[in-house]
Each structure stands twice: as C-alpha cells, then as structure tokens.
C-alpha cells in the first residue's frame, strides 16, 4: 500500500526533507523570538565614546560598548540597580591611557546602596605580576584607578550586568603597572 502524503504539490516537495526543513525553520525562528523576548531584545548594541571628564550612562543604553578616550581622566555612573533594570548590561573598554596626579578612570555606581559583585583583574604591564581584586560586598559602589598600579592604562575592559535589586556584577581585567592594588572603594 502506498503511502499518501498530506501535500499534493509538485513532486519535488513531497519528500520527507521538505516537511522536516519547514519545522526546522520554524523552530529556529522561535528560538530567536525567544532569546530577544526573554534576553536580549533591548540591547542597543551602541558603541559610545566618551571624550569628556564625566559620562552618565543611560537605562536606554542597554547593552552599549563604551570606550573612555581621555587622557585627563573620565568617570561613568551606571544606571540605577533596582528590580526594573536587572539584565542591563554594558561593557567598558579604556581605550586612552590616563596620565597625571588626580586623573582617573571612575565607574560610579548611581547610589550608594548600589553595591559592586563579583571581581577583576589587574594585570601589571611591568612586573610580572597581577592580581584578582574583589569588591567587598558591603560597601563598595565605585571602581576609581587613580594611580597606574590600579588599573588606569589603555587595553583594559570591564564588564557590568545590574543582576539584582542593588547588586552590579563586574568582572573583566584593567590594565596597570608597578605593583598592582585593587581600585575598588
């Protein structure tokens, strides 16, 4: 007995490939409806360059690149860590290297309630040595190299998800030289 197929098309479309391509197809296509409604849909995907002493970083730029080009230092404040914005993301990358007394490269969180988590490196151009700097938790809400030794040369980059009400996960590596120490305060 033969078997007969639902489609009554052209031959060329009857074979077992042309119904399995189409569900296949179809689930790719959710998949991907899936990962922007549930993930990702808001990530701007901007690439933002900051070239002067202070830069906020809005709710809207979800998911931005940022780089910081200024010599005379630069500071950034993230966006609120609150339960609307949990998934916000951005990374930053020091593109300029900081030089002079009292320049730095400053990321703030929005309020002091907002605390830093997880941790970075701090890679010595000089000495060959680096540490893993943590945030302690309770307290620290800024990343501030002041100094070469925590982490104020071009080539380091930083990356901030808000994963809770209060809480920003940083982690990535900045780079420093002479014996390195942790920036976070």
């Not at 052209?10 to 119904?19: C, P, T, V």
């Not at 860590?81 to 290297?97: D, E, Y």
Request: glycine content about 12%; hydrophobic content about 40%; overall charge negative.
């Amino acid at each position: 007995m033969s078997k007969k197929l639902p489609y009554s098309g052209s031959a060329a479309k009857k074979g077992r490939d042309f119904y399995s391509s189409g569900i296949n197809r179809l689930l790719n296509r959710i998949d991907k409806l899936e990962h922007q409604v549930f993930c990702c849909g808001d990530d701007t995907d901007e690439v933002i360059v900051i070239t002067e002493p202070e830069g906020p970083i809005g709710e809207n730029q979800d998911g931005a690149f940022i780089i910081l080009d200024r010599a005379g230092g630069v500071a950034i404040t993230l966006p609120e860590a609150t339960a609307a914005n949990i998934g916000w993301n951005a990374t930053v990358n020091v593109k300029t290297s900081v030089t002079g007394v009292g320049n730095s490269v400053t990321v703030k969180a929005s309020r002091t309630t907002d605390l830093f988590v997880g941790g970075i490196n701090i890679a010595s151009t000089t000495v060959a040595k680096s540490i893993a700097a943590q945030p302690n938790g309770t307290s620290h809400d800024q990343i501030v190299a002041d100094t070469d030794e925590k982490g104020r040369l071009a080539g380091g980059s930083l990356t901030f998800k808000i994963i809770e009400a209060n809480k920003i996960f940083v982690s990535g590596t900045l780079v420093g030289s002479g014996t390195v120490a942790t920036p976070f305060v």
